[in-house]
């Protein structure tokens, strides 16, 4: 048996969170598990927030942010997608916004 415990603090907010989490596994499978988990979870995050400065989004309309973060999603795979450039993608994300052909090939890829 194996428990998780993970701390949440949140800019702004007074009151911060405590979560525990109990598995019936070995300690091997336990570590092993939560690191692929945070690995996915903090690359897939750290891509998004980094090119596309997602925590800096303030939408607040309803309904509006899981639209724009679906818009991100799909930039990002549509970026991911096109192969004719070879660079990171903030390298792609600035050809994108400076030529309107290059915008044209990534949303076609």
């Not at 309904?63 to 973060?69: D, H, I, L, N, S």
Request: net charge positive; proline share 2%; with cysteine.
């Amino acid at each position: 048996m194996g428990v998780i415990v993970s701390y949440r603090k949140e800019k702004g907010k007074l009151s911060n969170e405590l979560c525990y989490r109990y598995y019936i596994s070995s300690a091997e499978e336990l570590a092993r598990g939560a690191r692929q988990h945070w690995q996915i979870e903090n690359g897939l995050h750290w891509r998004l927030d980094v090119g596309f400065k997602e925590d800096e989004c303030r939408i607040r309309r309803e309904g509006a942010a899981p639209v724009f973060a679906g818009l991100r999603h799909i930039a990002f795979n549509q970026l991911k997608a096109e192969k004719s450039f070879s660079k990171g993608m903030p390298a792609k994300q600035k050809k994108a916004m400076r030529s309107t052909a290059y915008l044209e090939t990534v949303l076609n890829a």
